[in-house]
Nanobody
Framework: QLQLVESGGGLVQSGGSLTLSCAAS????????VGWFRQVPGKEREGLLC????????KAADSVKERFSISKDHAKNTAFLHMNNLKPEDTAVYYC?????????????????????WGQGTQVTVSS
């Protein structure tokens, strides 16, 4: 059973940068596609980026593609969300998710249901 733990959240000033980590245990992350999502209270969970099983293909939502990126370090069994030029509207709880898929070059960030392993989330607060 794959377990995911996010870390790296916190308070950052507008324009700052932050890297979130998603540490996996129980199974090797190189078998999984990974996605990052965020959620603000009272709103639906928003898909941001994803990375394929082999780590060679990524996708990003238009809202963040110029500022955020995703990566996986299979040696560390960890995925990362790199966030630059943060804005107050980026304030949210950020979640990583993973799914074991046979096709190693696909991923999705537009579907919560596609993923079956989730972390507990980490809070990111961007001050103006």
């Amino acid at each position: 059973q794959l377990q995911l733990v996010e870390s790296g959240g916190g308070l950052v000033q507008s324009g700052g940068s932050l890297t979130l980590s998603c540490a996996a245990s129980g199974n090797p992350l190189h078998d999984y596609a990974v996605g990052w999502f965020r959620q603000v209270p009272g709103k639906e969970r928003e898909g941001l980026l994803c990375i394929s099983v082999n780590g060679e293909h990524t996708k990003a939502a238009d809202s963040v593609k110029e500022r955020f990126s995703i990566s996986k370090d299979h040696a560390k069994n960890t995925a990362f969300l790199h966030m630059n030029n943060l804005k107050p509207e980026d304030t949210a709880v950020y979640y990583c998710a993973a799914v074991d898929v046979y096709v190693n070059y696909v991923c999705r960030f537009d579907s919560i249901q596609w993923y079956d392993n989730w972390g507990q989330g980490t809070q990111v607060t961007v001050s103006s």
